[in-house]
Nanobody
Framework: QVQLVESGGGLVQAGGSLRLSCVAS????????MQWYRQAPGKQRDLVAG???????NYADSVKGRFTISRDTAKNTVYLQMNSLKPDDTAVYYC??????????????WGQGTQVTVSS
């Protein structure tokens, strides 16, 4: 398993920007994919963005063109740059690591989450 620690959340006005960070306890080169999820009050946890070990990225339709996921392998860190924030982006944001074992079992690790609040 890998431990993940998110940071960078906060309160921002609509139209503003934030950058979230997720630091892993071991080299992210050993992790098959890193993802950001978010969960608003009373709603399910949804995938926001993901990045694979080959730097292939994917995004939820609601954030395409506004959010960018990236990674720094030297720092074992994955980032989520969030621009043009909207009140609907308000949620707790979670980082998740996906590791595929030699037996092809998928192993998931979650961070503790960081709150993002966008005011109108």
């Amino acid at each position: 398993q890998v431990q993940l620690v998110e940071s960078g959340g906060g309160l921002v006005q609509a139209g503003g920007s934030l950058r979230l960070s997720c630091v892993a306890s071991r080299s992210i080169l050993t992790i098959n994919a890193m993802q950001w999820y978010r969960q608003a009050p009373g709603k399910q946890r949804d995938l926001v963005a993901g990045i694979t070990g080959s730097d292939i990225t994917n995004y939820a339709d609601s954030v395409k063109g506004r959010f960018t996921i990236s990674r720094d392998t030297a720092k074992n860190t994955v980032y989520l740059q969030m621009n043009s924030l909207k009140p609907d982006d308000t949620a707790v944001y979670y980082c998740r690591a996906v590791t595929i074992s030699p037996g092809r079992t998928r192993l998931y690790s979650w961070g503790q989450g960081t709150q993002v609040t966008v005011s109108s």
